[in-house]
T-cell receptor, first 114, second 113 residues
Framework: NAGVTQTPKFQVLKTGQSMTLQCAQD?????MYWYRQDPGMGLRLIYY???????DKGEVPDGYNVSRLKKQNFLLGLESAAPSQTSVYFC?????????????FGPGTRLTVL | GDSVTQMEGPVTLSEEAFLTINCTYT??????LFWYVQYPGEGLQLLLK???ADDKGSNKGFEATYRKETTSFHLEKGSVQVSDSAVYFC????WGGGNKLTFGTGTQLKVEL
């Protein structure tokens, strides 16, 4: 039982490049989340998916897109990376998107955009 | 709407000192809260849950007590250890929809010998 896994662990991009961050969970959770963590800002929600095939915007969705084609996977895309997207990205999952449900986090992806 | 305000850090304590990290949560509905901990280089993990009904959550020596007069769930530990050095986040339940409120800004704790 690996929990929540993220790939890659580290990534360096040049401005304008695109990439996809991958997240997988093996807990059969219905809901998944993408956050970014910046110094002094805590965690900010980018997008979430309440269930397979559905996605919704979080607090800071601009410049990102997501895909939840399979229940166990949640992909975060950057179409044209900008230096402002330099951050640590965390994926999380929970049994449901509402109510008193604990979120389980992956180890994070550290992204640097030059 | 709901709002959460977390004590700013960093907090530096000596080993065996008493810890309090403040988190004020103004809830329009049923007040309840998670406390998560992030150790260096890792993702967040659940430390404890606290609900008004139970008044207090606890785990690994940490407790979060609901204080009605201030609508707050403060995280406390009677005697901290160096291994408790981490960033602590409070977070209300995630309700989705129009409520995008998730995590407090985090409080960094450093425990020294």
């Amino acid at each position: 039982n690996a929990g929540v896994t993220q790939t890659p662990k580290f990534q360096v991009l040049k401005t304008g490049q695109s990439m996809t961050l991958q997240c997988a969970q093996d807990m059969n959770h219905n809901s998944m989340y993408w956050y970014r963590q910046d110094p002094g800002m805590g965690l900010r929600l980018i997008y979430y998916s309440a269930s397979e095939g559905t996605t919704d915007k979080g607090e800071v969705p601009d410049g990102y897109n997501v895909s939840r084609l399979k229940k166990q996977n949640f992909l975060l895309g950057l179409e044209s990376a900008a230096p402002s997207q330099t951050s640590v990205y965390f994926c999380a999952s929970s049994y449901e998107a509402s109510g008193f449900n604990e979120q389980f986090f992956g180890p994070g992806t550290r992204l640097t955009v030059l | 709407g709901d709002s959460v305000t977390q004590m700013e850090g960093p907090v530096t304590l000596s080993e065996e000192a008493f810890l309090t990290i403040n988190c004020t949560y103004t809830a329009t509905g049923y007040p309840s809260l998670f406390w998560y901990v992030q150790y260096p280089g890792e993702g967040l993990q659940l430390l404890l849950k606290a609900t008004k009904a139970d008044d207090k959550g606890s785990n690994k020596g940490f407790e979060a007590t609901y204080r009605k007069e201030t609508t707050s769930f403060h995280l406390e530990k009677g005697s901290v250890q160096v291994s408790d050095s981490a960033v602590y986040f409070c977070a209300p339940p995630f309700w989705g929809g129009g409520n995008k409120l998730t995590f407090g800004t985090g409080t960094q704790l450093k425990v020294e010998l």
